[in-house]
C-alpha cells in the first residue's frame, strides 16, 4: 500500500516539474503541442541538426533558428474550443 502512494507521489511531482509528461485531464491537442515544442527545442539545441536543417533548406542557420523559434508559438495551431459544462 505505501508503494502506491510512493509511486502517486512521485507522478505528481514529476508533472509539476515537467510540463510535457502530462496528466489526466490532457487532451490531444495539448500533447501534441508539447510534443512539437519539445522537438523545436531540441533541433535549436543541437548545433548538428540545425546545420543540417540549414543546408536542406538551403538557409541560414539564423533563419531556421528564427523559424523554429516561430513554429514553436502555436505548433499546431489554436486550441480547440472547449465545450462549457
Known amino acids: 500500500m505505501g508503494d502506491r502512494y510512493n509511486i502517486h507521489s512521485q507522478l505528481e511531482h514529476l508533472q509539476s ?6 496528466h489526466a485531464d490532457t487532451n490531444k491537442w ?3 503541442t508539447n510534443q512539437h515544442r519539445d522537438s523545436c527545442a531540441s533541433y535549436m539545441g543541437h548545433a548538428d541538426m540545425l546545420s543540417y536543417f540549414a543546408l536542406a533548406e538551403n538557409e541560414s542557420k539564423a533563419r531556421v533558428r528564427f523559424n523554429l523559434m516561430e513554429r514553436m508559438l502555436q ?3 489554436p486550441p480547440p474550443e472547449r465545450p462549457e459544462d
Open 17 to 22: 516539474k515537467y510540463i510535457g509528461t502530462g
Open 30 to 32: 495539448e500533447w501534441l
Open 75 to 77: 505548433p499546431c495551431g
